[in-house]
């Protein structure tokens, strides 16, 4: 008996010839193809084997595999570069993969205004050295740049490190083009920023992780390219004190672009890790690193270096260190960045990404170090987070067991929950968040979800079974 499962199903074989006629040969990946690409996600999540891949050129191509696999009812897994962290895109049983990375290029660039128009599968690292070939910039960064699509960061309304300046990757998109399940194309590649005729459809496809419908393309807004950069990594007395050097930052650095705390167990636990000398004589509760962007490398660093003198003076923070070079800025990003040597170190572990208020966040972060400390003893227990925008990072681990890390989701969840936050700040839902989406929204919410499902796939046919609680 033949192990390509098209071979025994003709109904499946009889999709797969039809999707060959639309996509060619090398369109549709199957028997050993299959095997030997990577199909499933960062997560460490479940991913079952995919029937077959499907790899279409262009927009057309999405639009006709998607119109026959509603014909067919055939599930598919969107896959953009498979650096999702919570399993959205691993292929379940049964379902068919279909991958961007060959619509890759971009299309149109206006130099004068400052847009360009890309295809889904473009990576992010490419898309941002073409921003800066061109004289402008794509703000939106993050760790795994060099293989994320910015499909895939459309899909998760991607975050990041400079939130604070230039908000998510919503307010990077002018417009999208979207193929829906039943093979429409619809083409809202606006370049304005203004448009308000009628409903703005493309909002329904920003951070709906591949639920109603592919995107194919993006109209995006670039950015004056900064020419100077300032970072500085600071210690600090206490939250409040972190929370008032945020405001002093805000008003009085208008290039202010992040604003990252780290509590110090992350902080040294970090330092261990990447076996780094502490940058300071003592140690402290809390450090922020604060980076500006700008246009005037010496007015930048006059104003930093002014900033900071001020508020040492008035003791909200206790020492810092200010690079004075390209090569120490980077030293100092790596502090911030060396969560992937931690992760390596705790696993298995779990990473939280949720969301809390300003006004919230120091008692929350206390309860929770209190609570996890004495509640789960046998595990670290580390706190960062991007605290310009309310984003809380927590690693936890090493675990014994899943029992146990399910223990703690709860755990968590309930502390998010009771103080009105959020379950997910950047990374999405996917499979690993799905069972706890009512911490986070209502069942009227949940409810309007899984209507707006049912009407731009009423099939079933994209990413089943994720984001939306059975
Ligand atoms: C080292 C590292 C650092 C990271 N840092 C950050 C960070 O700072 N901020 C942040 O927000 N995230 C971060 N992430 C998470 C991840 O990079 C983002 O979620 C990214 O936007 C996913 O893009 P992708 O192309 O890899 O998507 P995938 O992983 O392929 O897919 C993610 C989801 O989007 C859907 N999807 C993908 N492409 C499309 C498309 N064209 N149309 C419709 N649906 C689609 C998939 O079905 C899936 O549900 C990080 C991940 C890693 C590994």
Same mark, same amino acid.
């Given at each position: 008996?033949?192990? *390509?499962? @098209?071979?025994? =199903? %003709?109904?499946?074989?009889? #999709?797969? !010839?039809?999707? +060959?006629?639309? &996509?060619?040969?090398?369109?549709?990946?199957?028997?050993?193809?299959?095997?030997?690409?990577?199909?499933?996600?960062?997560?460490?999540?479940?991913?079952?084997?995919?029937?077959?891949?499907?790899?279409?050129?262009?927009?057309?191509?999405?639009?006709?595999?998607?119109?026959?696999?509603?014909?067919?009812?055939?599930?598919?897994?969107?896959?953009?570069?498979?650096?999702?962290?919570?399993?959205?895109?691993?292929?379940?049983?049964?379902?068919?993969?279909?991958?961007?990375?060959?619509?890759? *290029?971009? @299309?149109?660039? =206006? %130099?004068?205004?400052?847009? #360009?128009? !890309?295809?889904? +599968?473009?990576? &992010?690292?490419?898309?941002?050295?073409?921003?800066?070939?061109?004289?402008?910039?794509?703000?939106?960064?993050?760790?795994?740049?060099?293989?994320?699509?910015?499909?895939?960061?459309?899909?998760?309304?991607?975050?990041?490190?400079?939130?604070?300046?230039?908000?998510?990757?919503?307010?990077?998109?002018?417009?999208?083009?979207?193929?829906?399940?039943?093979?429409?194309?619809?083409?809202?590649?606006?370049?304005?920023?203004?448009?308000?005729?009628?409903?703005?459809?493309?909002?329904?496809?920003?951070?709906?992780?591949?639920?109603?419908?592919?995107?194919?393309?993006? !109209?995006?807004?670039?950015?004056?390219?900064?020419?100077?950069?300032?970072?500085?990594?600071?210690?600090?007395?206490?939250?409040?004190?972190?929370?008032?050097?945020?405001?002093?930052?805000?008003?009085?650095?208008?290039?202010?672009?992040?604003?990252?705390?780290?509590?110090?167990?992350?902080?040294?636990?970090?330092?261990?890790?990447?076996?780094?000398?502490?940058?300071?004589?003592?140690?402290?509760?809390?450090?922020?690193?604060?980076?500006?962007?700008?246009?005037?490398?010496?007015?930048?660093?006059?104003?930093?270096?002014?900033?900071?003198?001020?508020?040492?003076?008035?003791?909200?923070?206790?020492? !810092?260190?200010?690079?004075?070079?390209?090569?120490?800025?980077?030293?100092?990003?790596?502090?911030?960045?060396?969560?992937?040597?931690?992760?390596?170190?705790?696993?298995?572990?779990?990473?939280?990404?949720?969301?809390?208020?300003?006004?919230?966040?120091?008692?929350?972060?206390?309860?929770?170090?209190?609570?996890?400390?004495?509640?789960?003893?046998?595990?670290?227990?580390?706190?960062?987070?991007?605290?310009?925008?309310?984003?809380?990072?927590?690693?936890?681990?090493?675990?014994?067991?899943?029992?146990?890390?399910?223990?703690?989701?709860?755990?968590?969840?309930?502390?998010?929950?009771?103080?009105?936050?959020?379950?997910?700040?950047?990374?999405?839902?996917?499979?690993?968040?799905?069972?706890?989406?009512?911490?986070?929204?209502?069942?009227?919410?949940?409810?309007?979800?899984?209507?707006?499902?049912?009407?731009?796939?009423?099939?079933?046919?994209?990413?089943?079974?994720?984001?939306?609680?059975?």
């Amino acid at each position: 008996m033949s192990d *390509r499962p @098209e071979m025994q =199903d %003709p109904q499946l074989s009889s #999709l797969l !010839a039809a999707l +060959g006629r639309e &996509l060619g040969e090398s369109g549709v990946l199957t028997g050993t193809a299959v095997t030997e690409r990577q199909t499933a996600d960062w997560s460490g999540t479940a991913a079952a084997q995919p029937l077959a891949i499907l790899l279409p050129r262009t927009p057309a191509e999405v639009a006709a595999a998607l119109r026959l696999c509603s014909e067919y009812r055939q599930p598919l897994s969107i896959q953009g570069g498979l650096t999702g962290l919570t399993g959205g895109a691993n292929p379940h049983e049964g379902e068919l993969v279909l991958s961007l990375s060959r619509l890759n *290029r971009i @299309e149109e660039m =206006d %130099p004068l205004g400052g847009t #360009l128009v !890309a295809q889904a +599968g473009v990576t &992010l690292e490419a898309l941002q050295a073409f921003a800066t070939e061109q004289g402008w910039f794509f703000p939106v960064d993050l760790g795994a740049r060099g293989s994320c699509q910015i499909g895939g960061n459309a899909a998760t309304n991607a975050g990041g490190n400079r939130v604070l300046r230039y908000g998510m990757m919503r307010q990077s998109i002018l417009g999208l083009e979207v193929a829906l399940p039943d093979g429409t194309l619809l083409t809202m590649l606006d370049r304005v920023i203004k448009n308000n005729a009628g409903y703005d459809l493309k909002q329904y496809f920003i951070g709906t992780e591949g639920s109603l419908g592919v995107i194919t393309r993006l !109209a995006l807004k670039l950015e004056p390219q900064p020419s100077a950069s300032c970072t500085v990594l600071c210690a600090l007395p206490d939250f409040r004190a972190a929370a008032e050097l945020l405001r002093e930052a805000r008003r009085q650095l208008p290039d202010l672009s992040a604003f990252e705390l780290m509590w110090d167990d992350y902080f040294e636990a970090c330092l261990l890790a990447l076996k780094r000398q502490p940058p300071f004589r003592n140690a402290y509760p809390l450090y922020a690193l604060v980076e500006t962007l700008g246009g005037d490398e010496q007015a930048g660093q006059r104003a930093i270096e002014d900033f900071f003198e001020q508020m040492m003076t008035q003791g909200l923070v206790c020492d !810092a260190v200010i690079a004075n070079s390209l090569e120490q800025a980077g030293q100092l990003w790596d502090l911030r960045d060396g969560v992937s040597e931690l992760l390596a170190q705790m696993k298995p572990c779990i990473a939280f990404d949720v969301s809390v208020a300003m006004p919230h966040m120091d008692d929350f972060v206390a309860y929770l170090r209190r609570g996890l400390a004495s509640d789960f003893p046998d595990q670290r227990h580390l706190f960062f987070g991007h605290l310009g925008d309310g984003n809380l990072h927590l690693v936890c681990g090493p675990f014994p067991d899943e029992a146990r890390i399910e223990a703690i989701e709860h755990y968590v969840y309930q502390a998010v929950s009771d103080v009105g936050g959020s379950i997910s700040a950047e990374h999405g839902i996917g499979m690993m968040k799905k069972a706890f989406l009512h911490y986070s929204r209502d069942p009227a919410e949940i409810a309007v979800m899984r209507r707006l499902k049912q009407t731009f796939d009423p099939h079933g046919i994209l990413n089943p079974g994720r984001l939306i609680p059975d």
